[in-house]
T-cell receptor, first 114, second 114 residues
Framework: AQSVTQLDSQVPVFEEAPVELRCNYS??????LFWYVQYPNQGLQLLLK??????LVKGINGFEAEFNKSQTSFHLRKPSVHISDTAEYFC????????????FGAGTRLFVKA | EAQVTQNPRYLITVTGKKLTVTCSQN?????MSWYRQDPGLGLRQIYY???????DKGDVPEGYKVSRKEKRNFPLILESPSPNQTSLYFC?????????????FGEGSRLTVL
Protein backbone atom coordinates (compact mmCIF):
# COMPACT_ATOMS: atom_id res chain seq x y z
CA ALA A 1 0.00 0.00 0.00
CA GLN A 2 1.08 3.57 -0.59
CA SER A 3 0.80 6.60 1.64
CA VAL A 4 1.58 10.29 1.30
CA THR A 5 2.53 12.74 4.04
CA GLN A 6 2.57 16.47 3.48
CA LEU A 7 4.63 17.81 6.31
CA ASP A 8 3.08 21.27 6.57
CA SER A 9 -0.63 21.97 6.71
CA GLN A 10 -0.12 25.71 6.17
CA VAL A 11 2.78 27.72 4.78
CA PRO A 12 2.64 31.52 5.01
CA VAL A 13 5.21 33.35 2.90
CA PHE A 14 5.81 36.87 1.67
CA GLU A 15 5.46 37.75 -1.98
CA GLU A 16 8.65 37.25 -4.04
CA ALA A 17 10.13 34.95 -1.40
CA PRO A 18 11.06 31.34 -2.22
CA VAL A 19 8.89 28.51 -0.98
CA GLU A 20 9.20 24.77 -0.49
CA LEU A 21 6.22 22.50 0.16
CA ARG A 22 7.31 19.17 1.54
CA CYS A 23 5.98 15.75 0.58
CA ASN A 24 7.12 12.31 1.68
CA TYR A 25 5.67 9.03 0.47
CA SER A 26 5.95 5.38 1.33
CA UNK A 27 5.54 2.49 -1.05
CA UNK A 28 6.85 -1.03 -1.47
CA UNK A 29 6.82 -0.64 -5.25
CA UNK A 30 7.92 2.04 -7.65
CA UNK A 31 5.55 4.96 -7.96
CA UNK A 32 4.51 7.88 -10.06
CA LEU A 33 4.33 11.22 -8.25
CA PHE A 34 2.18 14.27 -8.81
CA TRP A 35 1.53 17.74 -7.47
CA TYR A 36 -1.92 19.26 -7.95
CA VAL A 37 -3.10 22.78 -7.12
CA GLN A 38 -6.58 23.80 -6.01
CA TYR A 39 -7.54 27.45 -6.26
CA PRO A 40 -10.52 28.64 -4.18
CA ASN A 41 -13.84 27.19 -5.34
CA GLN A 42 -12.20 25.23 -8.13
CA GLY A 43 -11.25 21.65 -8.86
CA LEU A 44 -7.71 20.35 -8.78
CA GLN A 45 -5.38 20.83 -11.72
CA LEU A 46 -2.04 19.21 -12.40
CA LEU A 47 1.08 21.25 -11.61
CA LEU A 48 3.65 18.63 -12.51
CA LYS A 49 4.34 14.91 -12.52
CA UNK A 50 7.25 12.51 -12.21
CA UNK A 51 6.96 9.26 -14.14
CA UNK A 52 10.59 8.38 -14.85
CA UNK A 53 13.86 9.90 -16.06
CA UNK A 54 15.24 13.18 -14.74
CA UNK A 55 14.54 13.61 -11.06
CA LEU A 56 14.00 17.37 -11.43
CA VAL A 57 10.60 18.03 -12.89
CA LYS A 58 9.38 21.42 -14.07
CA GLY A 59 5.73 22.31 -14.09
CA ILE A 60 3.41 25.19 -14.79
CA ASN A 61 3.56 28.63 -13.19
CA GLY A 62 7.29 28.35 -12.42
CA PHE A 63 7.01 25.44 -10.00
CA GLU A 64 9.42 22.54 -9.92
CA ALA A 65 9.85 19.41 -7.83
CA GLU A 66 12.66 16.98 -7.17
CA PHE A 67 12.18 13.27 -6.79
CA ASN A 68 14.51 11.81 -4.17
CA LYS A 69 14.20 8.05 -4.10
CA SER A 70 16.53 7.48 -1.14
CA GLN A 71 14.59 9.94 1.02
CA THR A 72 11.21 9.02 -0.54
CA SER A 73 10.46 12.68 -1.02
CA PHE A 74 8.99 14.85 -3.74
CA HIS A 75 9.22 18.44 -2.49
CA LEU A 76 7.69 21.27 -4.50
CA ARG A 77 9.61 24.54 -4.90
CA LYS A 78 9.22 27.95 -6.42
CA PRO A 79 12.01 30.55 -6.29
CA SER A 80 9.70 33.57 -6.10
CA VAL A 81 6.01 33.37 -5.27
CA HIS A 82 3.19 35.69 -6.26
CA ILE A 83 -0.05 36.57 -4.53
CA SER A 84 -1.83 34.49 -7.19
CA ASP A 85 -0.04 31.35 -5.96
CA THR A 86 -2.23 31.37 -2.86
CA ALA A 87 -3.99 28.02 -3.05
CA GLU A 88 -4.02 24.51 -1.62
CA TYR A 89 -1.42 22.10 -2.97
CA PHE A 90 -1.77 18.34 -2.97
CA CYS A 91 0.95 15.76 -3.38
CA UNK A 92 -0.23 12.45 -4.85
CA UNK A 93 1.24 9.03 -5.57
CA UNK A 94 0.18 6.30 -7.94
CA UNK A 95 1.71 2.85 -7.77
CA UNK A 96 3.44 1.41 -10.78
CA UNK A 97 1.75 -1.92 -10.34
CA UNK A 98 -1.67 -3.55 -10.44
CA UNK A 99 -4.50 -1.42 -9.15
CA UNK A 100 -5.53 1.98 -10.39
CA UNK A 101 -5.56 4.25 -7.39
CA UNK A 102 -4.03 7.65 -6.78
CA UNK A 103 -3.42 8.43 -3.11
CA PHE A 104 -3.49 12.09 -2.08
CA GLY A 105 -1.83 13.83 0.81
CA ALA A 106 -3.84 15.97 3.22
CA GLY A 107 -2.86 19.16 1.41
CA THR A 108 -0.75 22.23 2.18
CA ARG A 109 -2.36 25.63 2.17
CA LEU A 110 0.05 28.22 0.75
CA PHE A 111 -0.74 31.75 1.77
CA VAL A 112 1.24 34.48 0.02
CA LYS A 113 1.28 37.81 1.82
CA ALA A 114 1.97 41.21 0.25
CA GLU B 1 -13.56 22.77 -24.40
CA ALA B 2 -12.30 19.63 -22.68
CA GLN B 3 -13.91 19.39 -19.28
CA VAL B 4 -15.46 17.36 -16.50
CA THR B 5 -18.87 18.69 -15.52
CA GLN B 6 -20.53 18.02 -12.19
CA ASN B 7 -24.03 18.90 -11.08
CA PRO B 8 -25.24 20.21 -8.77
CA ARG B 9 -22.37 22.40 -7.56
CA TYR B 10 -24.11 23.03 -4.25
CA LEU B 11 -26.81 21.02 -2.51
CA ILE B 12 -28.41 21.07 0.90
CA THR B 13 -30.57 18.05 1.69
CA VAL B 14 -31.98 16.14 4.65
CA THR B 15 -31.09 12.79 6.07
CA GLY B 16 -32.51 9.89 4.09
CA LYS B 17 -33.52 11.76 0.96
CA LYS B 18 -31.95 10.02 -2.03
CA LEU B 19 -29.82 12.17 -4.27
CA THR B 20 -27.63 11.83 -7.35
CA VAL B 21 -24.61 13.89 -8.30
CA THR B 22 -23.98 13.70 -12.01
CA CYS B 23 -20.58 13.69 -13.69
CA SER B 24 -19.91 13.93 -17.40
CA GLN B 25 -16.65 14.18 -19.34
CA ASN B 26 -16.21 15.06 -23.00
CA UNK B 27 -12.65 13.75 -23.44
CA UNK B 28 -13.48 10.10 -24.24
CA UNK B 29 -11.57 9.00 -21.13
CA UNK B 30 -11.83 5.37 -20.06
CA UNK B 31 -11.13 5.97 -16.38
CA MET B 32 -13.41 7.91 -14.06
CA SER B 33 -13.41 8.27 -10.30
CA TRP B 34 -15.18 9.95 -7.39
CA TYR B 35 -13.38 11.52 -4.43
CA ARG B 36 -14.51 13.28 -1.31
CA GLN B 37 -12.47 16.07 0.22
CA ASP B 38 -12.58 16.73 3.94
CA PRO B 39 -10.42 19.18 5.93
CA GLY B 40 -7.16 17.60 7.05
CA LEU B 41 -7.83 14.39 5.16
CA GLY B 42 -7.10 15.37 1.58
CA LEU B 43 -8.97 13.50 -1.13
CA ARG B 44 -10.23 10.00 -0.53
CA GLN B 45 -11.44 7.77 -3.32
CA ILE B 46 -15.04 6.57 -3.15
CA TYR B 47 -15.44 4.53 -6.34
CA TYR B 48 -13.72 4.27 -9.67
CA UNK B 49 -14.47 2.87 -13.09
CA UNK B 50 -12.03 1.47 -15.61
CA UNK B 51 -14.55 1.47 -18.43
CA UNK B 52 -18.23 1.05 -19.22
CA UNK B 53 -19.91 -1.44 -16.87
CA UNK B 54 -16.67 -1.84 -14.86
CA UNK B 55 -16.67 -0.25 -11.41
CA ASP B 56 -14.84 -0.92 -8.16
CA LYS B 57 -14.69 0.35 -4.61
CA GLY B 58 -12.18 2.88 -3.45
CA ASP B 59 -11.23 3.60 0.14
CA VAL B 60 -14.53 4.98 1.43
CA PRO B 61 -17.39 3.38 -0.54
CA GLU B 62 -19.89 2.91 2.31
CA GLY B 63 -23.15 4.73 1.70
CA TYR B 64 -22.49 5.37 -1.99
CA LYS B 65 -23.37 3.71 -5.27
CA VAL B 66 -22.17 4.37 -8.81
CA SER B 67 -22.99 3.21 -12.30
CA ARG B 68 -21.19 3.44 -15.64
CA LYS B 69 -23.67 2.77 -18.40
CA GLU B 70 -22.02 5.16 -20.85
CA LYS B 71 -18.38 6.11 -21.24
CA ARG B 72 -18.94 9.80 -20.64
CA ASN B 73 -21.15 9.60 -17.52
CA PHE B 74 -20.40 8.40 -13.99
CA PRO B 75 -23.11 9.43 -11.51
CA LEU B 76 -22.67 9.17 -7.75
CA ILE B 77 -25.76 8.01 -5.86
CA LEU B 78 -26.45 8.51 -2.18
CA GLU B 79 -29.42 6.22 -1.47
CA SER B 80 -29.96 7.42 2.11
CA PRO B 81 -27.66 10.36 2.88
CA SER B 82 -26.44 10.89 6.43
CA PRO B 83 -24.75 13.95 8.03
CA ASN B 84 -21.33 12.25 7.86
CA GLN B 85 -21.60 12.45 4.08
CA THR B 86 -21.48 16.23 4.25
CA SER B 87 -18.41 16.94 2.16
CA LEU B 88 -16.95 18.36 -1.04
CA TYR B 89 -17.12 15.82 -3.84
CA PHE B 90 -14.96 15.69 -6.94
CA CYS B 91 -15.32 13.66 -10.08
CA UNK B 92 -12.18 13.01 -12.12
CA UNK B 93 -11.29 11.29 -15.37
CA UNK B 94 -8.11 10.10 -17.01
CA UNK B 95 -7.11 8.72 -20.40
CA UNK B 96 -4.48 6.44 -18.92
CA UNK B 97 -6.60 4.18 -16.76
CA UNK B 98 -5.73 6.36 -13.75
CA UNK B 99 -2.43 4.69 -13.05
CA UNK B 100 0.17 6.91 -14.63
CA UNK B 101 -1.60 9.79 -16.17
CA UNK B 102 -3.02 13.08 -15.16
CA UNK B 103 -6.40 13.23 -13.49
CA UNK B 104 -8.81 15.84 -14.85
CA PHE B 105 -11.14 17.14 -12.16
CA GLY B 106 -14.57 18.70 -12.16
CA GLU B 107 -15.17 21.85 -10.16
CA GLY B 108 -16.65 20.01 -7.23
CA SER B 109 -20.05 19.53 -5.62
CA ARG B 110 -20.52 20.77 -2.07
CA LEU B 111 -23.08 18.62 -0.28
CA THR B 112 -24.62 19.38 3.09
CA VAL B 113 -26.80 16.74 4.76
CA LEU B 114 -28.90 18.04 7.65
Amino acid sequence: AQSVTQLDSQVPVFEEAPVELRCNYSSSVSVYLFWYVQYPNQGLQLLLKYLSGSTLVKGINGFEAEFNKSQTSFHLRKPSVHISDTAEYFCAVSANTGGFKTIFGAGTRLFVKA
Amino acid sequence: EAQVTQNPRYLITVTGKKLTVTCSQNMNHEYMSWYRQDPGLGLRQIYYSMNVEVTDKGDVPEGYKVSRKEKRNFPLILESPSPNQTSLYFCASSPYRGRTGELFFGEGSRLTVL
